[in-house]
């Protein structure tokens, strides 16, 4: 307790070494009451509908060395229109411990959560933000949420750590010079409501650690906004912990702005471990990586190390395997020779790419615990030649030896969702592929129908034990989210014309 009967704000970071001169990769401790400490660099698990992606919460405690998880609000505030007015679920969950975000994914206590608005990486809405909300995208579509009710929902689910709203376009192309001043001024607004209604107008210290959003754009058009986050800090430290930065290349005009000190959030969507040097180099301390889920999915176990191994040989290393490939059929490695994960000490390669061709969900599973456990091991590797002084030389030879990007994959992937993407209109692609079609191809069917039909008028026979009704097929059921479309084409059904 303080002074004052407050409770302090419960994080703390330490800054324990920095390796680069003037700045640049650094060594820090990130800590929070009754959580995993965080050596950082670092990185935390990232969240579908509030869990890890094939990853149950009791398996995260057992098998993932992940400290963190980061969570979006969208995830859980779907509106169904014939239910428009019900509070969403997430708000009215049971918390013995004050945590109903915590208590309503069932995320283990040890697991630090983070809140913020959007999916990472988020899909990019058509109506855009206004000076009073943005755009969410959640499973029932669209929908905007207000800086008020987004403020609300942070104080009712309560977080370890919140991410303000930011004004973002979420897309790929980079704002002009009006919008860019407009997001600064809108995100400059928002942040000052953020305190005022998260601190009170005496600024009372609060168990939720803020980590304040710095926008993908220049430094000259944000920085009043960042000049009021520094005499923010400089004021009252409780009120800020941290950073979420959504370009890294901003980070040494951060440095001038009396923010080092505090820990950074990488909100970057980093798409290879290369990109996870040269961002941690800048001096970036927590890392979110959309591309671990992504290789889990497509079949691929990570096989990087840092640094690399030795070799003599001037070919390229592929930074993951996939294991849906035929090769591993008869295999009995694990998935990687020097991996002590679950998935490589109990099982090996051939079960694995069984598990994948029979679309399995334990092949997934299998692959995101490894996965995990290899980022782990590469920032395990990482701090400790930061701690010796190494981390340059072997960050340059991390680059001389591995492939640029990570493999795409030729196996299927899960069933994809509608929420994980927006639609593109008319004549877009199916994601997923029928779940059911006919026994044998459609060609080959109606050619033996016609020749058996001709041979039962000849021998005078039809309907049933003619020939035709001989080939029947074996009667399908179609998917429950077919369409007429859909039942025409695999034969289920015609469409009648309109009269």
Known sequence: MSSDGHEPTAMTFELLKTAVKDGGARLGRLAFPGRRTVDTPNFFGLTSRGVIPHVTPDNVEKHLLTNGTYMALEDFIERPQQYMTRSPPVYETPSPNNKPLQSFTAMPSSIITVLGSRRLPAVAAPMGNTNQSISVFTSTGFQAITTKQYINAIQTLNPDIAIPLADLTHKTSAPTSKRALRMAERTDDWIKEWFTEMYGRNKEPSKIATFAPVLPISYSIQWEYLERLSEEHQSNPSVLSGLAIYDADLIPDISYQNLDTLPRLALTTPSNPHQVLRQLSLGMDIFLLPFLSTASDAGIALSFTFPPPPSESSKLLPLGIDMSSPEHA??????????????????????????????????????????????????????????????????????????????????????????????????????????????????????????????????????LGSGVDSVAETPLVPDKNADAKDLEEMGFAQKAEDK
């Open 330 to 463: 008869i295999s009995l490695q694990p998935l990687t020779e020097s991996c002590t994960c679950y998935a490589c000490t109990t099982h090996h390669r051939a079960f694995v790419q069984h598990l994948l061709c029979a679309r399995e969900m334990l092949g997934w599973t299998l692959l995101q615990i490894h996965n995990h456990a290899v980022l782990a091991s590469f920032f395990a590797s990482i701090r400790e030649a930061l701690a010796d002084g190494t981390f340059e030389e072997k960050a340059r030879q991390f680059a001389l030896r591995y492939e640029p990007e990570i493999p795409q994959g030729l196996g299927e992937r899960p069933r994809a969702r509608g929420y994980h993407f927006k639609s593109e209109g008319p004549g877009e692609q199916k994601r997923n592929r029928p779940a059911w079609s006919k026994f044998e191809g459609e060609k080959e069917i109606e050619n033996k129908v016609a020749d058996l039909r001709i041979e039962d008028e000849q021998n005078g026979t039809s309907g």
